[in-house]
């Protein structure tokens, strides 16, 4: 269990950094003109969601919340960037890339720890749930791995990228 006064920091500073990203305009409501203003917002989204996974990561093994916490900020990741147009990214950059391969990190780990609970309890409901809920972080892998690479032709660090993420993702497979 992490020292008390520590893990109530990082939930008070997380909190912050909720509130703080719930104020923001959801990106399917930007202009389509001035892309620079689509790129500011989605990035502005992309780092307090990547925030919250470094913030949580290091408690996900013993805190039930943390690990909901790292989760949750994937996935708000992921959606996100869901609902934009490819061309609609700009903002592609090593940053970009670096916190595409975070949050493609927090779902290979949610595999890695699923097999391994899966290997150690000997119950079938179990199994076949876990088998479920791999099945869907792997998907949400692949689609970053997808987006990396599509990403990948107007920046190069994204193009390494995404060889990375596929590596770490066979390598839990």
Do not use: W
């Amino acid at each position: 269990t992490p020292q008390p006064a520590l893990y109530a920091s990082v939930l008070s500073f997380a909190s912050v950094i909720a509130n703080f990203s719930h104020t923001l305009t959801p990106v399917t409501d930007l202009p389509t003109e001035g892309p620079h203003t689509a790129s500011k917002r989605l990035m502005s989204r992309a780092l307090a969601r990547a925030s919250l996974i470094l913030l949580h990561r290091n408690f996900r093994g013993r805190e039930q919340r943390s690990r909901e916490a790292c989760l949750g900020a994937a996935d708000e990741a992921l959606r996100v960037l869901g609902e934009l147009e490819v061309g609609r990214i700009y903002c592609v950059d090593a940053l970009f890339a670096y916190l595409l391969g975070m949050v493609a990190q927090v779902y290979i780990d949610e595999i890695a720890d699923a097999k391994a609970l899966t290997a150690a309890v000997d119950q079938p409901l179990y199994a076949s749930y876990s088998a479920l809920q791999v099945d869907t972080l792997a998907t949400s892998v692949r689609r970053i791995i997808a987006l990396l690479t599509v990403l990948g032709i107007k920046c190069k660090v994204m193009a390494r990228k995404a060889p990375e993420v596929q590596q770490a993702f066979t390598a839990v497979l």
